[in-house]
């Protein structure tokens, strides 16, 4: 497991690196930790060398990050910034509002910000240099602002790989509003194409009240079908097994590229590959290290993730299954193949819920207990309209048999939606509350203790029973 701790090491360095402003501090400590990790390799001393590299991946994340002070001298001044739009431009009165990532001239930052554009129309995917205005408001927690004038737009990059991915996102937008109801387009385009900018304000609140916001998340459940199907249909064209998981992983880097690398989905993807690589190479891996390795891999790229509201979430809840399983020892197995899927989506709904409980109150105020009940209900309701979504799209080059489907797929879709509707306007077991950052520190703190003494009370049962 030291690739987990390896990277539950770099995100608490990233934390303190962006509130220690530092450097000569840092690199301080970072030289004497990598000194003494070499010295301990010399040495041949493991428990040593690892404890070193552990430090060694704290102090680097500390310098992987510019501090917040660095960020805050941006805020309020005209600036050049390099910019990707990351969803698709939604045109208002006088102005454009998109996401975009931004970096500074000296790539100092990079940062995910809203964007109020007043300048020339932008195009989903391409890059700009832009002249803007910096800002942080408070929208839930703190969110960055970029503010583009009228003539701020400098110099248009639009790459092969952005057109094709732009052209080929408004051909399945175009499919679903020709085929499909006005709501099951608005729907599937937030979560099959990441396009929340789609998505009607109603369908986000019914799934936060229900406290079903999880399957709005590209993330593992939709990767884990994806992935079965591509290998599955690449049977069909007579490729070998491990072609086919080749090729899998493959398509499934054109889709976080599709939907614009977001972390749940990057996050997924990444451990989809780990475990591949595994299979591949006949080498068991352990769950924790495939997700300390796809968390590296994204903090390497822009540490300002651990920041990122889904990048927390997404992390969060698959290290609550893992831990949770292995902790107490939960075998998946059972004759009955719904009897596997009930108790699946119990204790993973049950782990899920414990551990994100006061992030859940501190960003939100408001859990819903009834959760895990509601996921027995509708995660296997939510994966069949996954699942004909994919046939109806691979259709979607003949057109013969897409009126049927996509009446169908828009049925299934408009009763799904009223039946979260309903389990939004139960308001019994609805807890509203407000925890601070101490309050959440104080409850994993007391969660952590809790495990240990659930571990040193089973040990002991154990014992006792093993002697009688």
């Known amino acids: 497991m030291l690739n987990f701790y390896l990277f539950l090491s770099f995100t608490t360095g990233v934390f303190i690196g962006y509130y220690l402003s530092s450097l000569s501090l840092k690199l301080f400590f970072f030289i004497l930790s990598f000194f003494f990790l070499y010295l301990f390799y010399k040495k041949s001393k493991d428990f040593p060398f690892e404890i070193s590299l552990i430090s060694c991946f704290l102090f680097l994340g500390s310098l992987w990050i510019q501090p917040q002070e660095e960020i805050y001298k941006f805020l309020g001044k005209k600036q050049n910034f390099f910019i990707k739009v990351i969803s698709i431009p939604q045109k208002k009165n006088l102005y454009q509002k998109y996401l975009s990532f931004i970096e ?46 009228k003539d701020g737009t400098k110099k248009e990059i639009d790459s092969f790989f952005s057109k094709f991915f732009r052209q080929l996102t408004l051909r399945v937008l175009k499919i679903y509003q020709k085929y499909l109801s006005f709501s099951t387009y608005q729907f599937l385009a937030g979560v099959f194409l990441g396009r929340k900018e789609i998505m009607p304000f109603y369908i986000k609140k019914i799934f936060r009240e229900s406290g079903l916001s999880h399957l709005l998340a590209i993330s593992g459940l939709h990767i884990a079908i994806l992935g079965g199907f591509l290998v599955y249909l690449l049977r069909f064209f007579y490729i070998k097994f491990r072609a086919r998981i080749i090729i899998s992983n493959i398509l499934l880097y054109f889709y976080n590229f599709l ?26 891996v352990h769950p924790l290290n495939s997700l300390g390795i796809a968390g590296l891999f994204l903090e390497f790229l822009n540490p300002y993730l651990v920041f990122d509201i889904g990048f927390q979430l997404s992390f969060i809840s698959v290290f609550a299954i893992i831990f949770g399983y292995q902790f107490f020892r939960i075998k998946l197995k059972a004759k009955n193949y719904i009897l596997l899927y009930l108790k699946n989506i119990f204790f993973s709904s049950l782990f899920v819920n414990i551990f994100l409980l006061s992030l859940l109150l501190y960003y939100f105020t408001q859990i819903n207990l009834l959760n895990i009940l509601e996921n027995f209900l509708v995660i ?27 009446m169908i797929l828009s049925l299934l879709t408009d009763s799904f939606l009223k039946i979260i509707k309903l389990f939004s306007s139960i308001k019994i077991l609805k807890l509203n509350l407000y925890f601070s950052l101490r309050e959440v520190f104080i409850y994993y703190v007391i969660l952590i203790l809790l495990m240990i003494f659930i571990k040193i009370f089973c040990q002991k049962r154990m014992r006792i029973d093993f002697k009688e």
């Open 259 to 284: 939907v614009g690398f977001n972390p749940a989905t990057l996050r997924a993807t990444v451990m989809y590959t780990v475990f591949s690589l595994g299979f591949l190479l006949k080498r068991k």
């Open 380 to 406: 296997g309701y939510f994966s069949l309209i996954i699942f004909i979504n994919f046939i109806f799209l691979l259709l979607s080059i003949h057109s013969f048999f897409l009126s049927s489907l996509g």
């Open 104 to 149: 500074d001239e000296n790539k100092r930052i990079k940062l995910k910000a809203y964007t109020l554009d007043y300048s020339s129309e932008k195009k989903y995917l391409a890059f700009y240099w832009v002249e803007g205005k910096l800002i942080l408001k408070k929208r839930y927690k703190k969110s960055f602002y970029l503010i583009i004038k």
